[in-house]
């Protein structure tokens, strides 16, 4: 592999390597690593929000009505817990309450997608 600043292993801080380590941004001293940690980061968050849309398709299958797939009810818990969840890791509880809204008013459009497909 090329090697050079572009190619850091944010794990590692410095040359690749076999074994993963936890992430340390406090122990960065060049944006190549904070820009390789931020990739990585967000290719784990992609894969996991790839898994709840799997969620959804889910709950398109399971719920009997359409009127069923929003609950506002239950939106609110969810960015209650993620606010809860993120102030606990001491992350910004009113940023990830926002991104939590969009994100479940895209989930919402998505599983609405998806019952049609099936169900309508
Ligand atoms: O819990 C549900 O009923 C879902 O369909 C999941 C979900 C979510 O994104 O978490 C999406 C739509 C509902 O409005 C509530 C929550």
Request: aromatic share 4%; net charge negative; hydrophobic share 45%.
């Amino acid at each position: 592999m090329e090697k050079g600043a572009d190619h850091v292993n944010p794990r590692q801080g410095g040359a690749m390597g076999l074994v993963s380590q936890p992430m340390n941004p406090e122990s960065y001293t060049t944006m190549a690593q904070v820009r390789a940690g931020v990739d990585e980061i967000d290719r784990q968050i992609v894969a996991l929000l790839a898994d709840r849309f799997a969620h959804m398709r889910a709950a398109a299958r399971i719920k009997p009505e359409r009127a069923h797939v929003r609950d506002e009810e239950r939106k609110a818990l969810v960015i209650a817990n993620a606010r809860a969840e993120a102030e606990k890791l001491g992350a910004p509880g009113d940023a990830i309450a926002m991104l939590w809204d969009q994100l479940v008013e895209a989930s919402i459009a998505y599983e609405m997608e998806e019952f049609d497909r099936l169900k309508g």
